[in-house]
């Protein structure tokens, strides 16, 4: 089956811009979930969908970031407008059971 | 709030040596994962150890679980570079598909 796939792999914009990163699930897989990891630091969960609903939402780190998830399908993860410790690399993973699939990640620096 | 401790934060060990890296949890947790995660590419799952006394190996890697002490482990036997990478714990929370909650990582470095 095919994976988890994350675009861009690699974003680099200035402060003040807006970026968005888009996730395509597992076919079938009706969680899905956007985690980051600052430079450094452990990885954290921002937020969490079943199909298309926001089922948990708490780590999302202010209102300049917006989830969607069109469907139940892909999810897009929007950064506007972004700062500079936005930056670091975003991924996603989606599940069915108790197995978690990852995808690559989206590295976004803020400059 | 569910908190992970791992450690080491670096290990660098010579080739053929064996050693074990430590994740410690807080609270009650169903299950608990390890992951690889090599520079610039996804995290890969290793192993998902889902009761008490769960012990699974894969090649050169053995994890184990005791939900009693809230502690995991991820032994590495006769270690090869090729085992270089990032090492992750991560536990789910009770009833599970919910969120991970993940340890700062571990970065592990063979030595030839």
């Known amino acids: 089956e095919a994976g988890v796939t994350q675009f861009p792999s690699h974003s680099v914009i200035e402060k003040g811009q807006t970026v968005t990163l888009r996730c395509d699930p597992i076919?079938?897989?009706?969680?899905l979930y956007w985690y980051r990891r600052v430079m450094g630091k452990e990885i954290k969960f921002l937020l969490h969908?079943?199909?298309?609903?926001?089922?948990?939402e708490s780590g999302m780190p202010n209102n300049r970031f917006l989830a969607e998830r069109t469907g139940g399908t892909y999810s897009t993860l929007k950064v506007q407008p972004a700062e500079l410790e936005d930056s670091g690399v975003y991924f996603c993973?989606?599940?069915?059971?108790?197995?978690?699939?990852f995808g690559s990640g989206t590295r976004l620096t803020v400059v | 709030e569910l908190k992970v401790e791992q450690n080491p934060l670096f290990l660098s060990m010579q080739e053929g040596k064996n050693y074990t890296i430590y994740c410690n949890y807080s609270?009650?947790?169903?299950?608990l994962y390890w992951y690889r995660q090599d520079p610039g590419k996804s995290l890969e799952s290793l192993f998902v150890?889902?009761?008490?006394?769960a012990v699974k190996q894969e090649g050169r890697l053995m994890a184990s679980l005791d939900t009693k002490a809230r502690l995991s482990t991820l032994h590495i036997t006769a270690a090869v570079h090729d085992l270089s990478a990032t090492y992750f714990c991560?536990?789910?929370?009770?009833?599970?598909?919910?969120?991970?909650?993940f340890g700062t990582g571990t970065r592990l470095t063979i030595i030839p």
């Open positions: 969908f079943v199909k298309e609903s926001k089922q948990d």
């Open positions: 993973a989606s599940s069915s059971g108790p197995r978690y699939t």
């Open positions: 991560a536990v789910d929370a009770v009833g599970g598909n919910e969120k991970l909650t």
């Open positions: 609270t009650t947790s169903d299950r």
């Open positions: 076919s079938g897989h009706d969680n």
């Open positions: 150890l889902l009761s008490n006394g």
